[in-house]
């Protein structure tokens, strides 16, 4: 018995010690895999930071509206008789429009006119005796009394008949008719739409923050999409009061030469233009890096430099670091697919305003850095790269509008 149980035992611990010896052997191979192991080289596509000329907007929203546009009524009621016009069609100003049933009127006019031609004879027989010293004056004053009643009642009934017949205010593209022959229309009854599509005008809020940055007379632009924006124009309106529940200010902006491809109603991204301004340092968008722990950029040194250079130094604003990116530049700029290797440094950076896809940098690098624009997501402080410009975010980006 006692030397079965000194058998088994020696079996457990021939077992144990083996397994232990394994899990030794195996953890020393991976840790000699991992010490011998080259270090990964990531392509990467890289933007030399250069001073620019920055042009800073204030961004909006806006809605298209013509410079004359109006919805047609009627002002008194009757049966439409005529409609003379189809929806588009391009009318001037006078135009008749639509025409009422108005034999009423025509015939009260009528009756009018004959009572002011005979008040009208009857004024000048009365003058005509005052003259020659047989009428009296009250006879005369009588006459003229009635013939001006007359001529009054005559332009009163003329003004009727005139309501009966609906004129274009001012030239213009008529919309779709919404009456219909022999419809029985009240005062206020909308015909159709009429709009002046030769000069629009555009109507947005803006913060009250930007209210000292707006002019009259100042610049925009404006299309249906931010990155399209063809048409121009300039503020000709700026509300003086500040709307206390919104705290945005009215900007009202006239565009010329739309070309027909804007309508009133339609939404409208805008951009009014601030004076330009000389040496800002600005890199695309892609290129800045958003963390907790801040915003920040991958900028590049030769990889020869990595022994011979602190990391503290290389996320310095200047000095060494800055030579070094400066060296980089010159080897990297039109290196797409080279074999040069470069070292990552983890920059952390101030950015500014944005606009067009750039981003201004306040703060952190200098003309003459490269960053990386693209593949950042793979990186880490002290990475390898190598450079390949042949295709850039910006380009992926105008190729898919």
């Given at each position: 018995?006692?030397k079965?149980?000194?058998?088994?035992?020696?079996?457990?611990?021939?077992?144990?010690?083996?397994?232990v010896?394994?899990?030794?052997?195996?953890?020393?191979?991976?840790?000699?895999?991992?010490?011998?192991?080259?270090?990964?080289?990531?392509?990467?596509?890289?933007?030399?930071?250069?001073p620019s000329?920055?042009?800073?907007?204030?961004d909006?929203?806006g809605?298209?509206?013509?410079?004359?546009g109006?919805?047609?009524?009627?002002?008194?009621?009757?049966?439409v008789?005529e409609?003379?016009?189809?929806?588009?069609?391009?009318?001037q100003?006078?135009?008749?429009?639509?025409?009422?049933d108005?034999?009423?009127?025509?015939?009260d006019?009528?009756a009018?006119?004959?009572q002011?031609?005979?008040?009208?004879?009857?004024?000048?027989r009365?003058?005509?005796?005052?003259?020659?010293?047989?009428?009296?004056?009250?006879?005369?004053?009588?006459?003229?009394?009635?013939a001006?009643?007359?001529a009054?009642?005559?332009?009163?009934?003329?003004?009727a008949?005139?309501?009966?017949?609906?004129?274009?205010?001012?030239?213009?593209?008529?919309?779709?008719?919404?009456?219909?022959l022999?419809?029985?229309?009240?005062?206020?009854?909308?015909?159709?739409?009429?709009?002046?599509?030769?000069?629009?005008?555009?109507?947005?809020?803006?913060?009250?923050?930007?209210?000292?940055?707006?002019?009259?007379g100042?610049?925009?632009?404006?299309?249906?999409?931010?990155?399209?924006?063809?048409f121009?124009?300039?503020?000709?309106?700026?509300?003086?009061?500040?709307?206390?529940?919104?705290?945005?200010?009215?900007?009202r902006?006239?565009?010329?030469?739309?070309?027909?491809?804007?309508?009133?109603?339609?939404?409208?991204?805008?951009?009014?233009?601030?004076?330009?301004?000389?040496?800002?340092?600005a890199?695309?968008?892609?290129?800045l890096?958003?963390?907790?722990?801040?915003?920040?950029?991958?900028?590049l040194?030769p990889?020869?430099?990595?022994?011979?250079?602190?990391?503290a130094?290389?996320?310095?604003?200047?000095?060494e670091?800055?030579q070094?990116?400066?060296?980089?530049s010159e080897?990297?700029?039109g290196?797409?697919?080279?074999?040069?290797?470069?070292?990552?440094?983890?920059?952390?950076?101030?950015?500014?305003?944005?606009?067009?896809?750039?981003?201004?940098?306040?703060?952190?690098?200098?003309?003459?850095?490269?960053?990386?624009?693209?593949?950042?997501?793979r990186?880490?402080n002290?990475?390898?790269?190598?450079?390949?410009?042949?295709?850039q975010?910006?380009q992926?980006?105008?190729?898919?509008?």
């Open positions: 018995m006692i079965r149980f000194i058998i088994a035992f020696i079996l457990v611990a021939v077992i144990a010690g083996g397994l010896g394994y899990n030794l052997f195996r953890d020393r191979m991976i840790e000699q895999y991992f010490a011998t192991m080259p270090v990964p080289t990531l392509t990467v596509s890289t933007t030399t930071v250069e000329t920055w042009t800073p907007s204030i909006a929203i809605t298209m509206g013509a410079a004359n109006v919805d047609l009524t009627v002002e008194t009621n009757g049966i008789e409609i003379l016009f189809q929806a588009n069609s391009r009318v100003a006078g135009d008749v429009l639509l025409r009422l108005d034999e009423a009127q025509k015939a006019l009528a009018a006119q004959t002011a031609a005979l008040d009208q004879q009857s004024l000048e009365a003058r005509a005796l005052q003259q020659r010293g047989v009428g009296s004056q009250s006879s005369l004053d009588e006459a003229e009394a009635a001006a009643a007359s009054a009642r005559v332009q009163s009934l003329q003004a008949l005139n309501q009966k017949v609906l004129r274009a205010p001012f030239s213009g593209t008529i919309g779709i008719p919404r009456i219909d022999g419809q029985y229309l009240t005062p206020g009854t909308r015909v159709a739409t009429l709009q002046d599509l030769d000069t629009m005008r555009v109507d947005f809020t803006v913060p009250e923050q930007r209210f000292e940055e707006l002019k009259i100042q610049p925009i632009r404006l299309g249906l999409t931010e990155d399209d924006m063809p121009t124009g300039e503020i000709i309106g700026i509300d003086p009061k500040i709307d206390p529940a919104t705290r945005l200010v009215s900007v902006a006239e565009v010329s030469r739309p070309e027909g491809r804007l309508n009133p109603g339609q939404f409208v991204r805008v951009k009014v233009e601030l004076p330009a301004e000389e040496n800002v340092i890199i695309p968008q892609t290129a890096v958003t963390s907790l722990y801040g915003d920040y950029v991958y900028r040194r990889a020869e430099e990595e022994a011979g250079a602190p990391a130094a290389n996320q310095g604003e200047g000095g670091a800055a070094e990116s400066g060296a980089a080897t990297s700029e290196q797409a697919g080279s074999d040069q290797v470069f070292v990552i440094d983890q920059v952390f950076v101030t950015p500014g305003r944005r606009s067009n896809r750039s981003v201004e940098i306040e703060k952190g690098i200098e003309a003459g850095d490269v960053v990386v624009n693209a593949g950042q997501n990186l880490s002290g990475a390898r790269v190598r450079i390949d410009n042949s295709v975010p910006t992926i980006g105008s190729s898919n509008r």
